[in-house]
């Protein structure tokens, strides 16, 4: 069995660099950016127009649909209990379910089926708000499993826990920023992606008070010369640390300047390049550059933010959406406003934006995507509505386009290899 998971692998990872582009392995796709490098995707669909296959879904998510060849994967919240699916791409077929946990609860507008999965083309980790944290492979067999909650203590937080875990070679990085709760201290921690076991965990100490510790957002890796760092923002700072040993390298404060103590942060840090952009709960956004050797630098900054959507970011534009449907566009290297604020929708909005073909993908809670241009004039190009509460962003993968609401899970388009849905 350990020679198998081995040679699987051995083969994902020497597959990655070919299927990279037509996959959607985390939350904000295959750079971590919101953006995809498809070149051709559907513009205009509805309940009856441009769908390859539609999924009945038991209730909501803020959970992304991660997509990985011919495999989709949904953290699911269903009677009380947590699942992770698997879904056939060409047919929308229901594959396997296995369950992870039975203490799902709700949280305002969630629930405890929050967190995206990831996945590396041979096995998928999955976590979840209760803090069960599993390993499967592509046939769902389960590999490990981790309760959190039950090694470190409850999860503190205001809202319920939502982060995603992060993958990068061989190892998944998990963040529990809380405190609301709580006096226990956050946590970072790596993990050993094939058998289970910690590497690292190392204490995150904030002076933020009441609700600012709270985070729900999910680490970043910025790779910087020879080496990589793992970026965390939450309880008003951002920090980078050590891969190897968790160690903090460096701090910025600066997130939460009027010491707001409700001043929690969604929105999660991205990384672009040479510059990491750092959302706090609107005001204000950072942006550092990571050029020079030492702590970052911050060279510009904007009132005009996110709340819940976390940007997507270009190598030339920012876009920012906010949670009751107006929108930015910044020039990515200075911050200067190129247009916005626009009103997209009178609605309130929790998904992340989606940039691909040269436009920008923004999801209502009502389940209305607009579609935009992905340059510095603003202009309108479709609008498409299908029903049902939505809470997920898209992914998008290979041409087509997978929506997640209360009711369904959409699959939008038609393969761009020329596979037939069905």
Known sequence: MARLQLLSVLLAGALAGNLAADNWPHWRGPART?????????LSW?????????????????ATPIVWGERVFLNVAEGGRLYLWCVDRGSGRLLWKRE?????ESKRKGNMSSPSPVTDGARVWVMTGTGVLEAFDFAGTELWRRDLQ????????????SSSPLLHDG??????????????????????ATTGDTHWRVERPTDAPREAPDAYTTPALLSRGDHHELIVSGGDYVTGHSLETGAEIWRLGGLNPTANPMQRIVASPIVSGE???????????LALSTEADGPPRVVWSTDDGPDVPTPAVTDDYVFILRDRGVMFCLDRKTGETLWGPKRIETATYSASPVVAAGRVYVTSEKGKTTV????????????????????SSIAVSDGQIFLRTADHLYCIGHRRRGHTPG
């Open 34 to 42: 919101g953006v995809s490098t498809e070149s051709e995707l559907p």
């Open 46 to 62: 509805s309940a009856e127009e441009n769908l390859a296959w539609k999924l009945p879904l038991p209730g909501v998510s803020g």
């Open 100 to 104: 992870l946990d039975d203490r799902d």
């Open 150 to 161: 039950q090694e470190y203590g409850p999860f503190g937080i205001l809202h319920g826990y």
């Open 171 to 192: 190892s998944l990085y998990v963040q529990v920023l809380h405190g609301f709760y709580t006096d226990d201290p956050s946590y970072v921690m790596a993990i050993n």
């Open 275 to 285: 510059m990491i952009l750092v959302p706090s709960r609107v005001r204000p956004m």
């Open 372 to 391: 935009l241009s992905a340059g510095p004039e603003f202009e309108v190009l479709a609008e498409n509505t299908l029903s049902g509460y939505t809470l």
